[in-house]
T-cell receptor
Framework: GAGVSQSPRYKVAKRGQDVALRCDPISGHVSLFWYQQALGQGPEFLTYFQNEAQLDKSGLPSDRFFAERPEGSVSTLKIQRTQQEDSAVYLC????????????FGSGTQLSVL | KQEVTQIPAALSVPEGENLVLNCSFTDSAIYNLQWFRQDPGKGLTSLLLIQSSQREQTSGRLNASLDKSSGRSTLYIAASQPGDSATYLCAVLSVSGGGADGLTFGKGTHLIIQP
């Protein structure tokens, strides 16, 4: 596709449920990032992949958060046992080669945990 | 830990005015600084990327400057239009520290251009 695609656009989960958020980066982009944006705040870095390798996961807030990119293209962010504080917009971004280049963001998945 | 501050938090101006948005960061050891635009319910669109060795970048009516030593950047918007209304976010890519591959964002400036 022409841009970064994320699905679902909206997700409502009951507290304690597991959720999976999907990101399709721009075709051929090597680097992929996940960010979390709370209401009224700037995005916060979660994790970074270069191809299938997860090179940086220092921003993941707890071990309930897990991300993968097994074939170096599509990525999934999984949140286990969701809590209300996980409610946020989850943004995916990609860049052509490395992390120091221009980023292209998807429209995000808005997660609401009730 | 890198911290990014944007001033003002919100700004409302009449159409046609030139305006300046400010961004400051605490750690000058950066690879680059980017300015993004975010429309309601949408993702971020990259406007300008300034490498640490550069002083400014221009794109159309937008001009961004970088003073790395003082930890400051400005985004200048000329001849503002109602379509410029959005939240503008500043972000830096730091050299050191945790999350070195991730951008540190400010909270943004919410800009409204009155027709």
């Amino acid at each position: 596709g022409a841009g970064v695609s994320q699905s679902p656009r909206y997700k409502v989960a009951k507290r304690g449920q597991d959720v999976a958020l999907r990101c399709d980066p721009i075709s051929g982009h090597v680097s992929l990032f996940w960010y979390q944006q709370a209401l009224g705040q700037g995005p916060e870095f979660l994790t970074y992949f270069q191809n299938e390798a997860q090179l940086d996961k220092s921003g993941l807030p707890s071990d309930r958060f897990f991300a993968e990119r097994p074939e170096g293209s599509v990525s999934t962010l999984k949140i286990q046992r969701t809590q209300q504080e996980d409610s946020a917009v989850y943004l995916c971004a990609s860049s052509l080669r490395q992390s120091r280049e221009k980023l292209f963001f998807g429209s995000g998945t808005q997660l609401s945990v009730l | 830990k890198q911290e990014v501050t944007q001033i003002p938090a919100a700004l409302s101006v009449p159409e046609g005015e030139n305006l300046v948005l400010n961004c400051s960061f605490t750690d000058s050891a950066i690879y680059n600084l980017q300015w993004f635009r975010q429309d309601p319910g949408k993702g971020l669109t990259s406007l300008l990327l300034i490498q640490s060795s550069q002083r400014e970048q221009t794109s159309g009516r937008l001009n961004a400057s970088l003073d790395k030593s003082s930890g400051r950047s400005t985004l200048y918007i000329a001849a503002s239009q109602p379509g410029d209304s959005a939240t503008y976010l500043c972000a830096v890519l730091s050299v050191s520290g945790g999350g070195a591959d991730g951008l540190t964002f400010g909270k943004g400036t919410h800009l409204i251009i009155q027709p």
